[in-house]
């Protein structure tokens, strides 16, 4: 039987707006295994990136409060903790790599003095032993002469290379859960898979879990064993990568599939999903894919749905998907 490593449970995250309090992360539910790599995808806009920074309690106050909810991490509960033992797991146990490097590395450091500082804190090194494992973790994220990288500045580095030394700073303390965000946005195709194929190595062989945030179907179907589809912070879909790319239950999920390009496809239109995701601020009655659901009816503008199970492994937040599957 699989351990769980984390456990989030009926997660609520809101923010206040010009007074008005918009609840941006609704009730979500969700686990990750030891060693498992989990895919949370969506458009810009449906939570995904705040789901991450709750996580960690990294959510900006204000204007933002979780409000609710639990998350288990190794059975305690991250919400509950002081900042003592939040300092703990924060670089640590649980790492992550935010979306842009230049904005997340500080430009008047080193990249070597902002790698050693997780490791002096987390692994009691010396300065001297600190940085000869900065070198070593920059070596590993595929950083070439690593011995003169580690006294550059962030803006002497390209992309590509900030992101690396983004991935070593997450990794140097060797965390049990890493957060990957965006890790490839901007990037050239060429160094995109470069990163991934080091994270995924990296993955086996210290085997940690991995949670990536990305809009890239394609970065999923290769990296991860389950996906959760989130809209309008909303989870609206779950499964297994398998079971979410043969048999897509939710129409939002069917929808961003079918827009994926693909090589051998005839010279045709795109396809796109119709219409924007709605505002926190003046969300939709019922489903909140409603306005944009080609399939909706009476219920679903009405009544709201809840994730329920339609499969072994696989839920759904959809009427006509519990209506087929029985489960209604």
Not at 33 to 62: D, F, N, Q
Not at 208 to 237: F, Q
Not at 261 to 275: D, M, Q, V, W, Y
Request: glycine residues 8%.
């Amino acid at each position: 039987m699989r351990e769980k490593l984390i456990e989030v449970k009926n997660l609520n995250t809101d923010f206040t707006n010009e007074g008005i309090d918009m609840r941006i992360i609704d009730d979500v539910s969700f686990e990750i295994y030891k060693g498992e790599a989990i895919g949370v995808v969506g458009e810009s806009g449906s939570g995904k990136s705040v789901t991450a920074r709750s996580i960690l309690r990294l959510i900006p106050s204000p204007p933002g409060k979780i409000v609710s909810g639990e998350i288990l991490f190794n059975g305690k509960d991250i919400l509950t903790m002081d900042m003592g033992s939040l300092r703990q797991i924060r670089g640590n146990e649980i790492s992550m790599i935010f979306q842009e490097p230049m904005s997340s590395l500080n430009p008047v450091f080193t990249c070597g003095d902002q790698i050693m500082e997780a490791i002096i804190l987390h692994q009691k090194l010396s300065k001297k032993e600190a940085r000869e494992k900065a070198i070593e973790m920059l070596r590993l994220a595929g950083i070439q002469l690593p011995e003169q990288r580690v006294d550059c500045y962030p803006h002497e580095l390209s992309g590509g290379m900030r992101q690396r030394v983004m991935i070593a700073m997450a990794l140097s303390c060797v965390p049990k859960l890493l957060i990957a965000d965006e890790p490839t946005t901007a990037l050239d195709p060429t160094i995109q898979a470069q990163i991934l194929d080091l994270i995924s190595k990296l993955r086996e062989e210290i085997g940690m879990s991995v949670m990536y945030i990305t809009h890239d179907l394609g970065v999923v179907a290769e990296t991860c064993d389950r996906v959760i589809v989130m809209y309008a912070g909303k989870i609206m879909e779950k499964a297994d990568v398998r079971t979410l790319f043969k048999n897509p239950a939710h129409p939002y999920t069917q929808g961003l599939l079918k827009a994926v390009p693909r090589l051998n496809a005839k010279k045709e239109r795109l396809f796109t999903i119709e219409g924007m995701v709605p505002s926190f601020a003046e969300m939709p009655a019922g489903c909140s894919f409603q306005p944009r659901c080609q399939d909706a009816t009476e219920q679903c503008i009405k009544e709201r749905p809840s994730l329920k199970t339609i499969g072994e492994g696989h839920e759904v937040c959809c009427w006509k998907a519990q209506h087929a599957a029985g489960r209604v």
